[in-house]
């Protein structure tokens, strides 16, 4: 098991806030053999929504520690001694294509979960072994009981080669999960819930217990229950994954309140965005971007695509997408060249883009994006849920479902051209002397894809349509760009001092719209 030190670096603040919760009960053995028509049905999702809704009827207990003393004081390097042995892996013997590895508590993850295994219909907590661990330099005081407990568990499966065994899906820390398709690297990562993103405080549920069914010889998934708890609410979560090429983790949510809960984000992904073309760092050193995620797309209930592209601000920013019924949305990577990152550790460029398709109508609300300053590349300072509108209240049962998919590539997702390239600058020729009014901006925005290369044989039939919230446009045009196999709009626009707002733009050949509809903060301040 590799371990980097990135990932824990994002992960401290949320493990830190999440601390430890009692553990959950352990469930009933019964043995399969001496079943009978008296006997309870399989376990299932069921049993996991009554355990919410138990749950949610009794007071919240305060998180405190429970790992032990010398657990909690391993550093990062200690903690990363500690691997599991893939000869302890679990469903090997069953010949299911599936490997299920455990993660040692400890270090930041200091709040022992419930690991159990559906065999046969019958939950069955796994026991804590340090048989299952090497624990490398890592000297620990003394030995551990069985009920330590585990900090999370990834499952592998043969995503790139017939006979290798990748890590397809993992949960570590609060209610964060990440999941990969064949030749991905891991990135972004999604979340049970999120609860009051971007506020202070944030409150982070976290996934107490786990149950995983056995799979099959021949699955071609896996199935997995989990139990979430915060002080707000209480949760019963369903996951079916789908390794693929561009895998598939359809999910459903049971989800109680304790109380009202005025920002409950569903399907919340967390990104890092340090720098882009259109937000560049001076200290990211030789690599010229540094992103998980570039940016936020939108598929309206309207039928309308939206881009937005990701930045890290000077202040915190969220910025609201008011919908009804939205058809999806998702942080994506949508830069490929490597090239543009120059990392050859890290894969930029092959990190997953996470798109949210709900199941159903999901009503009147909003998809949030939440923009954090960062000083580096450690730090997730990306968030994008959806917001109901209407206030989760205390008694209620809500219920979501959606499905998530790890793309590399959105040669699909749209019929139109897609925004390739985002360019911020002042407007005036470059080294020109010439004075530029407070609160104006140039955007240079490339777009290519679909039919756009059709259209460079009479660019003239290409228009620009462009607006802002406040201020105004002065200027705009389009020029062809056969480079990308496409066009790049240029827009200029003058606001007062002190305001803020978005402009707009999309490509169009008379009442044809052409492409994506591109949408970038500005502030005049």
Aim: hydrophobic share 35%; charged share 20%.
């Amino acid at each position: 098991m590799t371990i980097d030190r990135r990932i824990f670096l994002k992960l401290a603040a949320t493990a830190t806030a999440a601390a430890s919760l009692p553990r959950a009960g352990v469930a009933q053995q019964v043995d399969p053999a001496i079943r009978g028509p008296q006997a309870r049905p399989p376990f299932g999702y069921e049993d996991v929504i009554r355990r919410a809704r138990d749950l949610s009827s009794l007071p919240y207990e305060r998180p405190t520690s429970t790992v032990e003393d010398m657990l909690a004081k391993l550093d990062f390097d200690a903690y990363r001694d500690i691997r599991f042995r893939p000869d302890k892996a679990l469903f090997a013997q069953s010949g299911s294509p599936f490997r299920m590895q455990l993660f040692h508590p400890g270090f930041l993850f200091r709040q022992p979960v419930t690991i159990n295994v559906i065999r046969e219909g019958v939950p069955t907590p796994v026991p804590f072994s340090a048989q299952m661990f090497d624990y490398g330099r890592t000297k620990l005081d003394k030995p551990l009981p069985v009920n330590t407990g585990f900090a999370g568990f990834r499952l592998h499966y043969p995503l790139n080669k017939p006979q290798v065994f990748d890590e397809a899906i993992s949960f570590l820390g609060a209610s964060y999960f990440r999941f990969l398709g064949r030749g991905q690297h891991y990135g972004l990562s999604a979340r049970g819930l999120a609860i009051n993103a971007g506020g202070d405080p944030e409150e982070f549920p976290v996934f107490r217990e786990f149950w995983i069914e056995t799979p099959a010889p021949d699955a071609e998934r896996a199935t997995i229950y989990a139990l979430l708890d915060s002080p707000s609410i209480t949760g019963a979560f369903q996951f079916h994954l789908y390794p693929a090429a561009q895998s598939v983790l359809d999910v459903t949510a049971t989800l109680f309140p304790r109380t009202s809960i005025p920002k409950l984000g569903i399907a919340p992904l967390t990104s890092m965005f340090f720098s882009g073309e259109n937000d560049r760092h001076s200290d990211s050193g030789y690599r010229p971007e540094l992103h998980d995620s570039d940016g936020l797309l939108i598929h309206s209930g309207s039928g309308e695509w939206i881009w937005r592209p990701l930045r890290n601000p000077q202040r915190p920013s969220i910025s609201a997408f008011v919908e009804n019924n939205p058809r999806g949305f998702g942080l994506m990577q949508r830069d490929r060249q490597f090239s543009h990152y120059q990392d050859l550790d890290l894969h930029y460029q092959t990190r997953p883009s996470y798109w949210i398709e709900p199941h159903g109508n999901w009503g009147e609300g909003h998809v949030e994006l939440v923009e954090l300053p960062t000083g580096d590349e450690t730090n997730d300072n990306i968030v994008a849920s959806w917001i109901p509108r209407q206030t989760p209240e205390r008694g209620q049962e809500l219920t979501y479902g959606y499905r998530i998919t790890a793309l590399d590539r959105e040669t699909e997702m749209h019929p139109g051209g897609k925004v390739l390239n985002t360019f911020v600058t002042l407007p005036k020729a470059h080294g020109s002397d010439e004075p530029v009014p407070a609160g104006a901006r140039r955007y240079l925005v490339d777009f290519n894809g679909d039919d756009l290369p059709y259209y460079l044989s009479d660019p003239q039939l290409v228009q620009v349509d462009a607006s802002v919230s406040a201020g105004q446009v002065t200027r705009a045009f389009v020029l062809p760009n056969p480079a990308i196999g496409g066009f790049r709009a240029s827009i200029d626009i003058e606001a007062p001092e002190g305001q803020t707002g978005d402009v707009r733009a999309f490509l169009r050949a008379g009442g044809k719209a052409l492409t994506e509809t591109w949408i970038y903060p500005w502030s005049s301040q």
